[in-house]
């Protein structure tokens, strides 16, 4: 997020950092970066040592399902793998209020400008790894009656700043998104769990790591047990010629966009100031209500 949370000070930030992680931490600094959780820089002697991670708790990553996946991709033993580091009790995800905070060691780097030529072999090493004892599998987050949801929440008040134009925006495409939920609910008859496979989840562009000379995949908090089109979507989406089923990565652009809609929704609905992430969150909603199918490109 590029907004300091309200609710956590930097000071509380350094007390949770120094109790699970490092007791010499001596200053951390928020970094307005990322989307969806709140990050800062940990520094020990004016060094930095650690990036710590604050998500909020949502259907798609609880704290359970943090502790899991951050606790999956550290027994990985793949060596473009950035995993979190765990407390000094062991644990991977530690609970801050109604929110659940994770570690990684500092990687000075850089983001790539474009996804790396390397990502399809990065990712079957990935998916021909057996999976971890914690991992989880994966499991839809979409409600089959999200337009209903959707219709309820049309009836309450929109009067925060960007409220009236995302009211709008669901208003107009409505029927839309109850034509995707539907294909979405067929679309996940066709899977096997018996054939899913450790998938990332997000293997994109902003999860790629250039340092020490090499690549790296980062961010591994949506890690699961999913068939492997859940992270070649993301090579389909970028135009590259990888063997896939065509109406699984059509089921996971359904999914993604769908839990994205009802998020957003939420989000504008609700009280807001109408800052840098506010108009994030209206673009990523006009974003999902608009854009053509990864198939239909």
């Known amino acids: 997020m590029l907004e300091r949370p309200p609710d956590v000070s930097d000071d509380e930030v350094l007390a949770v950092v120094r109790r699970h992680w490092e007791p010499r931490a001596e200053a951390v600094e928020h970094l307005p970066v990322g ?3 709140h990050h800062w820089r940990v520094d020990v002697a004016g060094e930095a040592v650690l990036f710590l991670t604050l998500d909020p708790d949502l259907p ?45 060691r500092w990687l000075d780097g850089t983001r790539p400008e474009a996804s790396v030529d390397e990502l399809p072999d990065l990712l079957a090493e990935l998916h021909a790894t057996p999976p971890p004892a914690t991992a989880r599998s994966w499991a839809s987050e979409i409600d089959p009656d999200l337009p209903h949801h959707l219709r309820d929440l049309l009836q309450q008040p929109w009067d925060a700043p960007l409220g009236p134009a995302a009211r709008e925006l669901v208003v107009d495409h409505l029927s839309q ?12 008859g066709l899977l096997d769990p018996a054939t899913y496979v450790v998938t990332h989840g997000e293997p994109h562009v902003r999860n790629q790591w250039i340092a020490r000379g090499r690549t790296w995949l980062i961010d591994w908090e949506s890690l699961v047990l999913a068939p492997r089109e859940r992270d070649l979507a993301t090579l389909v989406h970028e135009g590259r010629d990888v063997d896939h089923d065509p109406q699984v990565v059509r089921l996971f652009d359904l999914e993604w966009r769908l839990s994205e809609i009802w998020s957003f929704a939420q989000w504008l609905q609700g009280p807001h100031a109408g800052d840098t992430d506010d108009h994030t969150a209206l673009g990523g909603l006009t974003e999902e209500l608009t854009r053509p199918h990864f198939g239909d490109r």
């Open 35 to 37: 989307w969806g959780a």
């Open 60 to 104: 798609r990553h609880t704290h359970a399902s943090l502790e899991a996946a951050y606790a999956s991709a550290a027994a990985l033993p793949l060596d473009f793998v950035w995993p979190s580091v765990p407390t000094v009790d062991g644990a991977y995800a530690v609970p801050v209020g109604a929110r659940t905070a994770s570690a990684t």
């Open 177 to 188: 998104v109850g034509g995707w939920v539907r294909e979405h609910a067929r679309l996940l």
